[in-house]
T-cell receptor, first 110, second 111 residues
């Protein structure tokens, strides 16, 4: 079965609204990383967050290893936040190899 | 800033031809990876390497070879390209337990 489950699959927001993206994993892991990707674009690392909470501007990531979940919170969304957000986990014993979720496609409308 | 550079950025190849995708990293990372990204399949690992001279099979290695001649360089080789290998390919580098950095990707079209 799929080891990394992301939800929701897609999300539409009005500019200024908040968003909560979830990533759940079915096995133990070493670390979790969040990426942002524009259509046809490269993967930009948003957070490397193996555990706990990290914040960068309007973005906050929380990883709870025991509960096998990680979340990405976007506050006061902007049109430029539109794109796909991917979570990726480094499984225990996988030596830095990442297993990706399918992504959440976010559209922020004016 | 960590840097992973891929070349070419775009490539059109003919079926049956040989294609080499190159990747260079200036991070002095031991680990390097090749992924492909396809609609409906997400990102999948093709080959990876733990250091110069080593290559390992990932989740979808069939039809691909890899070469790691040095710490900095990691190539993905398609000996006999097929249309099913049309995809976007990403190279990455990292160390165990640390952040992984990706290149900008190579868009390969096999006609």
């Amino acid at each position: 079965g799929q080891q990394v489950q992301q939800s929701p699959t897609s999300l539409v927001l009005q500019e200024g609204e908040n968003a909560e993206l979830q990533c759940n994993f079915s096995t133990s892991l070493n670390s979790m990383q969040w990426f942002y990707q524009r259509p046809g674009g490269s993967l930009v690392s948003v957070f490397y967050n193996p555990s706990g909470t990290k914040q960068s501007g309007r973005l906050t990531s929380t990883t709870v290893i025991k509960e096998r979940r990680s979340s990405l919170h976007i506050s006061s969304s902007q049109i430029t936040d539109s794109g796909t957000y991917l979570c990726a986990m480094e499984l225990s014993g996988s030596f830095n190899k990442l297993t990706f979720g399918a992504g959440t496609r976010l559209a922020v409308c004016p | 800033e960590a840097a992973v550079t891929q070349s070419p950025r775009n490539k059109v190849a003919v079926t049956g031809g040989k294609v080499t995708l190159s990747c260079n990293q200036t991070n002095n990372h031991n680990n390097m990876y090749w992924y492909r990204q396809d609609t409906g399949h997400g990102l999948r690992l093709i080959h990876y390497s733990y250091g110069a001279g080593s290559t390992e099979k990932g989740d979808i290695p069939d039809g691909y070879k890899a070469s790691r001649p040095s710490q900095e360089n990691f190539s993905l080789i398609l000996e006999l390209a097929t249309p099913s290998q049309t995809s976007v390919y990403f190279c990455a580098s990292g160390e165990q337990g640390t952040e992984v950095f990706f290149g900008k990707g190579t868009r390969l079209t096999v006609v």
